[in-house]
């Protein structure tokens, strides 16, 4: 039986079940039974990860990990998007600090994402452009319904995905085609990422979605958690540990990037693009 309350003070795990009280960016299901976390991004019309909705993901996070959470599903409430990536707002004209605290903020949810003791898959109910398809790959599995749109699109923007983005994408789907991939700044429609590996599996719906979602916290629930947990982050610590020692050096990639004039100027057009749809 699913239990979905909501809460003003983060409490224990039988009483606590959505940690953004005040904005709602992030609803979170606890099966009371089996102890299985829905962790839904909320951030209307498409989960672009601002600040505030990063920083409810990265709260939620560390709360699952404290309650040892036994296995988390990371999906959207939107109908057509699972995540549309970075908001594309926090880095058109923003201050100094504003921009660092949002680079930063990012990479704090990625790291306690990509590390989690507990197995995680995400359930992609949507597209999944830039920003989307990282949190997508930095679950453990992915199952996507059909007839939508998944990758790192950076290069397209005129942009670049960060070392970090990159080096998800390598790690899912090889060397050769995370280059040819990230060059091309490719979207993969559902069918495609299946038949290059970036996504494990497709579901007709998202009923279908969900219940395989469930089927593989299942099975990855059977395994001594412990021995689990240790092969996991063993075969992610080189891409974490690349990020965690170099932190303020990827701030100030962002910073120089985001600042410079041509960056503004292709952040500007493409706003008004998309408004324009
Ligand atoms: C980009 C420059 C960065 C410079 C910094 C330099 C280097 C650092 C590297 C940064 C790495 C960046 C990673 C990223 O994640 S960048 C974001 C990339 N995202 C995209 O390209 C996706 C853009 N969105 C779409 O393609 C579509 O919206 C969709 C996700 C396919 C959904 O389509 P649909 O359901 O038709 O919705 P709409 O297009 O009508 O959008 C609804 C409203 O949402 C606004 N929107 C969409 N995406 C974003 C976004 N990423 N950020 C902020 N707002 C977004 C859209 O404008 C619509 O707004 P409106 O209702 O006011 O018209």
Not at 74 to 85: I, P
Request: hydrophobic share 40%; net charge neutral.
């Amino acid at each position: 039986m699913f239990v979905l309350r909501q809460c003003l003070t983060l409490g224990t795990k039988s009483s606590i079940r959505n940690f953004s009280a005040t904005t709602n960016l992030v609803n979170l299901t606890i099966n009371e039974d089996t102890g299985v976390a829905i962790m839904e991004l909320n951030k209307p019309p498409v989960n672009s990860l601002n600040y505030e909705l990063l920083e409810a993901m990265h709260r939620t996070l560390v709360k699952l990990e404290n309650e040892k959470c036994p296995g988390m599903i990371l999906t959207s409430s939107s109908r057509s998007t699972f995540s549309a990536g970075l908001d594309l707002l926090e880095m058109y004209k923003p201050t100094v600090d504003k921009a660092r605290r949002f680079w930063s903020m990012l990479q704090n949810t990625w790291i306690k994402l990509y590390s989690t003791p507990y197995p995680t898959v995400a359930a992609i109910n949507g597209h999944s452009p830039a920003g989307g398809c990282l949190l997508a790959m930095s679950c453990e599995h992915r199952i996507m319904v059909p007839d939508k749109m998944i990758g790192l699109n950076e290069t397209q923007l005129g942009i670049v995905a960060p070392q970090w983005f990159q080096d998800c994408m390598r790690n899912i789907i090889g060397e050769r085609q995370a280059e040819k991939a990230l060059i091309a700044g490719r979207m993969f429609t559902s069918e495609e990422a299946l038949k290059i590996g970036l996504v494990d599996e497709l579901a007709t719906d998202k009923e279908d979605l969900m219940q395989k979602a469930h089927d593989f916290l299942d099975e990855q629930m059977g395994l001594p958690p412990l021995a689990r947990s240790v092969v996991k982050v063993g075969f992610r610590k080189d891409t974490l540990s690349k990020l965690i020692n170099g932190r303020e050096a990827d701030i100030k990639m962002f910073l120089d990037n985001v600042f410079q004039p041509k960056v503004q100027e292709s952040l500007e057009n493409y706003i008004q693009m998309l408004k324009k749809k």
